[in-house]
């Protein structure tokens, strides 16, 4: 026993196992889980049938039958009951795993201890962000030695003699001045301290809410064979996500075969426990997402060694090294059925990090958690009146960070707007992240589509994601995520009709209003005002302009320079592979409700003496703004705005519709008009 704050925890030591070859027909043991809302850890007899060889480099498995009152009342081996221990004399043999998909419930698999140890000594390079881990129960001590200590601070307070209370009013103002700076020095840097602590305790005690839905990971287990199959004794659970969200979030976490979501199980209110405790036997949680939206699983604690825990017997999402939540869970009852009946159970507190998902089960330690990204989403349905926001954190792993949040801004989107029918939406978000200058990347675009407008919206934001978490050079920080969007029943889209110059001989440099008429799905035209600054360093002659939406992507000058030249050229983004010139990339790109201004190709192609004669123009109109720049050079604007800054010859307008066509127009430069 050791003491831990006020209360006396038990301290676990790791059983003595059996080893595979050991295993023999005819051993009969008794196995460890809980059934009930009593909580009480139940026993079950176990007979073992046999091993069984999956061949080399595969995990054998141990065949055995269950019996007793305790599987005769719960339908036989359920799902959730996946890791409860097995054991022989007192030996621990491995834990519940599987059983045989539309076979009797009463046989099932066990995964050997001995193949699930190894997990605890496998790397753990996850983790190592700087956003680092908050231990909780170094947290509660500090807090305990606190208390102590202000406790003696009032205690000799208390007893101070009346010459002491003199003495220290005769103190000079000099040295009462100096103490206060001290005091202020201390109280802002424990206030910093402080702060620091609480918010991450907040990030990792956020509630685990809603009422989970369940998943069938028979896809996930790793063993594929023919009839029958695998079915491992686990539950995966989705909560807070309607069924087209279900359904998205099952795609792009790659749960696609046969896979079902159902809306059993719960959650309670979540809290963070500090004097976490678990044996063999007790139900165990794992999380991935925590919040208005849950995605996690419960199952059973196999082994554990201190801190440290083996359970499930099979994997979660089979990822290898990770950085989930570790959670207590309590059951509600079970549900019986032919080969997949199921314990009911609700996920609870946050209890500790899960950092190993392998074949044969799932490893962690209680009270070390895992680096989080918080992530908030407002959504605002116009047509239904409908406003609502979401919170929730997401334990930091790159290998699924991207289709969690877009996943989840899916979510949020379809459960306010419910529909699945036409619609508008304009989706900005932000990413705080080191991975750019400034430490924040933000993207903001306008959508429509017939059906499901969400899964579209999402896209951007799960590609900035990603290429944050895809960089090859560092693992990238991300602090946070925030989503805004607004939708809008119905279609928002806009043909452009004319763009017409207020003049149309222009000179290099000279800025011309472009009169341009759009017509709105089913409304009256309208008419904008742009204004095109002709590049200082255009050449004389005509120049060919597209009038065109953001989303409509041009074709490159590059590539017509390659179609009429044959000579393979590369752009310079092209040749950069750095994560802040794709994120850079992707925030300049053209957004879908911008009409854009910018040069265009020519009419008809060039022949090889138009291609020369325009290079030799080119050349001539580049040392005309040369020289124009060195008698008038440019006066430097400190407190310009940089992100309002176009590139040179384009032209952009914000508009409230998706612009979804390209009209040309065209002006005559002359360097030598008025």
């Known amino acids: 026993m050791v003491l831990w704050g006020s209360s006396l925890l038990p301290v676990s030591a790791m059983d003595e196992i059996w080893h595979t070859s050991e295993i023999a027909p005819g051993m009969s043991g008794t196995a460890y889980t809980v059934v009930d809302n009593s909580g009480e850890i139940r026993d079950f007899a176990v007979d073992i049938v046999g091993t069984v060889d999956n061949g080399k480099g595969s995990t054998p498995m141990i065949m055995a039958k269950a019996s007793g009152p305790v599987v005769e009342q719960a339908g036989g081996i359920l799902q959730g009951m996946s890791g409860s221990p097995v054991y022989v004399d007192g030996k621990l043999v491995g834990a519940v795993a599987m059983g045989l998909k539309d076979m009797t419930p009463y046989t099932f698999f066990i995964t050997p201890i001995?193949?699930?140890?190894?997990?605890?000594?496998?790397?753990?390079?996850?983790?190592?962000?700087?956003?680092?881990?908050?231990?909780?129960?170094?947290?509660?001590?500090?807090k305990e030695k606190e208390k102590q200590e202000a406790a003696e601070k009032e205690k000799k307070d208390e007893g101070k003699s009346a010459d002491d209370t003199k003495a220290d009013a005769d103190k000079t103002a000099e040295e009462t001045a100096e103490e206060q700076r001290e005091e202020a020095k201390e109280a802002v840097e424990e206030s910093e301290r402080v702060h620091r602590e609480e918010a991450f305790e907040d990030i990792i005690a956020a509630a685990i809410a809603n009422a989970p839905q369940s998943v069938d990971i028979a896809a996930q287990s790793g063993l594929h064979v023919q009839t029958p199959a695998f079915v491992p004794k686990g539950r995966l659970f989705a909560a807070g996500f309607d069924s087209a969200s279900l359904k998205y979030l099952g795609n792009t976490l790659g749960l696609t075969d046969g896979t079902q979501l159902s809306a059993l199980g719960g959650a309670e209110t979540a809290g963070t426990r500090f004097d976490a405790w678990l044996e063999p036997g007790s139900p165990v949680g794992v999380a991935?997402?925590?919040?208005?939206?849950?995605?996690?699983?419960?199952?059973?604690?196999?082994?554990?060694?201190?801190?440290?825990?083996?359970?499930?017997?099979?994997?979660f999402l089979h990822k290898g090294n990770v950085n989930y939540f570790m959670t207590d869970a309590s059951?509600?009852?079970?549900?019986?059925?032919?080969?997949?009946?199921?314990?009911?159970?609700?996920?609870?507190?946050?209890?500790?990090?899960?950092?190993?998902?392998?074949?044969?089960?799932?490893?962690?330690?209680?009270?070390?958690?895992?680096?989080?990204?918080p992530m908030k989403i407002h959504v605002k349905d116009e047509s239904l009146g409908r406003e609502q926001s979401y919170a929730v954190r997401i334990a930091y792993d790159e290998d699924y960070l991207p289709q969690l949040a877009a996943g989840l801004a899916y979510a949020a989107l379809s459960k306010t707007s419910d529909t699945l029918g036409e619609s508008t939406a304009t989706l900005g978000f932000k990413v705080r992240t080191n991975a750019v200058p400034g430490g924040t990347f933000e993207r903001k675009?306008?959508?429509?589509?017939?059906?499901?407008?969400?899964?579209?919206?999402?896209?951007?934001?799960?590609?900035?994601?990603?290429?944050?978490?895809?960089?090859?050079?560092?693992?990238?920080?991300?602090?946070?995520?925030?989503?805004?969007?607004?939708?809008?029943?119905?279609?928002?889209?806009?043909?452009?009709?004319?763009?017409?110059?207020?003049?149309?001989?222009?000179?290099?440099?000279?800025?011309?209003?472009?009169?341009?008429?759009?017509?709105?799905?089913?409304?009256?035209?309208?008419?904008?005002?742009?204004?095109?600054t002709v590049p200082k360093a255009q050449r004389d002659g005509l120049l060919n302009l597209d009038v065109r939406?953001?989303?409509?992507?041009?074709?490159?000058?590059?590539?017509?320079?390659?179609?009429?030249?044959?000579?393979a050229l590369q752009s310079e983004d092209e040749k950069s592979q750095t994560t802040e010139?794709?994120?850079?990339?992707?925030?300049?790109?053209?957004?879908?409700?911008?009409?854009?201004?910018?040069?265009?190709?020519?009419?008809?192609?060039?022949?090889?003496?138009?291609?020369?004669?325009?290079?030799?123009?080119?050349?001539?109109a580049a040392e005309r703004a040369a020289a124009e720049e060195r008698e008038h050079p440019k006066k430097i604007e400190f407190l310009k705005d940089e992100k309002k800054t176009q590139p040179e010859g384009q032209a952009k307008l914000e508009t409230n519709y998706i612009i979804d066509n390209v009209i040309h127009t065209a002006l005559h430069v002359d360097h030598k008009a008025k």
């Open 549 to 567: 939406g953001g989303g409509m992507i041009p074709v490159s000058p590059l590539l017509l320079l390659q179609q009429t030249t044959g000579i």
């Open 331 to 373: 059951i509600v009852g079970t549900i019986a059925g032919q080969s997949n009946g199921m314990k009911i159970a609700n996920v609870g507190n946050i209890i500790g990090r899960i950092n190993q998902d392998r074949e044969t089960g799932i490893a962690g330690t209680i009270g070390e958690f895992p680096s989080v990204v």
């Open 288 to 315: 991935i997402v925590c919040g208005d939206f849950t995605v996690g699983a419960t199952g059973t604690v196999t082994a554990t060694d201190g801190d440290r825990i083996l359970a499930f017997g099979h994997p």
């Open 445 to 532: 675009n306008m959508f429509y589509n017939t059906t499901d407008v969400g899964q579209v919206a999402v896209s951007e934001l799960m590609q900035a994601v990603g290429t944050v978490c895809a960089d090859a050079t560092k693992e990238a920080d991300i602090i946070d995520v925030q989503v805004d969007a607004t939708i809008q029943g119905g279609r928002q889209t806009a043909t452009l009709v004319s763009a017409v110059p207020e003049k149309t001989t222009v000179r290099p440099g000279e800025t011309v209003n472009i009169k341009t008429t759009i017509q709105p799905y089913r409304k009256d035209k309208e008419t904008l005002t742009i204004p095109y």
């Open 581 to 620: 010139a794709k994120l850079k990339s992707l925030g300049d790109a053209g957004r879908n409700n911008e009409i854009i201004i910018a040069p265009g190709a020519a009419a008809q192609p060039l022949t090889e003496k138009e291609q020369q004669r325009i290079l030799r123009e080119t050349k001539e």
């Open 114 to 142: 001995d193949e699930m140890l190894p997990l605890w000594s496998m790397p753990d390079t996850k983790n190592k962000t700087h956003i680092q881990t908050f231990d909780l129960k170094k947290y509660a001590a500090d």
